[in-house]
């Protein structure tokens, strides 16, 4: 029989004029990936920040290790072994990667910090991960990825038994993802429990055990994920059946009311070209520090 390391018994949540969580029940199994998803507005932001002390309960319990639990800050969660990693990371750029890791627990000799310790235990965490990042680096000059490596460091650095990961990997290039499901499989059989919120349906598939839905608030199942169809997921998720949910619509394209040529910014764009028209939808992708931003200000005429 599985072990239960998190549970939520009848978890309610009201603000002013609203009902985030309306008596949400469900589990979690020690050592197991579990997906937490539903649209936006779902209540799953607002059931992580009570159980990380962010917020707190309107009613209901939590209990962490068969205990009932109340945090009341995020530093007592984390002192308690419940870690979360958001899509803004809570590092400090000028500070280097050992120093992130141990922030606000350093190893001290006397009155002073033992900086060599330190060190020393920042090199095992990340060797223990099976990454390659040189903790005397500063952090500014790391790229998403690492920093993310960083953040899941810093939350072993507290012993972490539930590691709670909100999108992780929205700003990841696809080789960088595989590393990260490296990582999470490896936690995974050290014991450490895994809350994976993401909207990448096919991401809960490839790496979470089980899956439990929100709605409006509401908790509406929890699954293996092997036993449910993708397609009886996003029905779960949406509360009806979902055909084509934006279909093509035949119209004609006008005139050109847009063209950018050549459009070049030392270090930050290079001869970018693009013609836009009239009743046309243009988009415009790529990955964080890809220049997005920077090409529509730009042209906006801001920068």
């Known amino acids: 029989m599985e072990e239960v390391i998190l549970e939520f018994d009848k978890l309610t949540k009201k603000f002013p004029g609203v009902v ?3 008596e949400v029940s469900f589990d979690i199994f020690r050592g197991e990936v579990h997906a937490l998803v539903g649209e936006n507005g779902a209540g799953k932001s607002t059931l992580i920040k009570i159980v990380t002390g962010v917020y707190q309960k309107t009613s209901g319990e939590v209990f962490y290790q068969g205990k009932s639990i109340n945090f009341r800050s995020p530093h007592d969660a984390l002192q308690n072994g419940i870690a979360a990693i958001y899509q803004e990371f809570n ?7 050992a120093e992130n890791i141990f922030m ?3 190893f001290v000799r006397g009155k002073f910090v033992d900086w060599k310790k330190m060190e020393e235990e920042a090199r095992k965490l990340l060797d223990f991960l ?3 990042i040189d903790v005397n680096s500063r952090v500014r000059d790391l790229g998403v990825a690492k920093k993310q490596v960083i953040e899941i460091a810093k939350a072993l650095s507290h ?3 539930v590691l709670i990961m909100d999108e992780p990997t929205a700003a990841l290039a696809q080789k960088e993802i595989k590393t990260l499901f490296r990582i999470i499989r490896f936690l995974k059989e050290s014991g450490v429990t895994i809350i994976y919120i993401s909207h990448r349906l096919e991401e809960v598939y490839e790496i979470c055990d089980r899956v439990t839905v929100l709605r409006d608030g509401k908790f509406v199942a929890t699954k293996p994920v092997k036993e449910l169809k993708v397609e009886e997921l996003i029905r779960m998720m949406v509360g009806r059946e979902v055909g084509e949910r934006f279909p093509r619509v035949s119209h004609t394209i006008g005139e ?8 070049t910014r030392p270090g930050v764009l ?14 415009i992708a790529g990955m964080v520090g890809s220049g997005r931003t920077e ?4 042209i906006y005429g801001v920068d």
């Open 20 to 22: 985030a969580l309306d």
């Open 256 to 263: 050109e009311v847009l063209r950018v040529e050549g459009l």
């Open 295 to 298: 090409l529509l200000r730009a």
């Open 270 to 283: 290079e001869n970018i070209n693009i013609s836009l028209h009239q009743r046309e939808i243009l988009g």
């Open 159 to 161: 012993n972490a038994k």
């Open 104 to 106: 606000g627990h350093h």
């Open 130 to 132: 099976e990454v390659d």
């Open 91 to 97: 590092l400090i750029p000028a500070l280097t990667v």
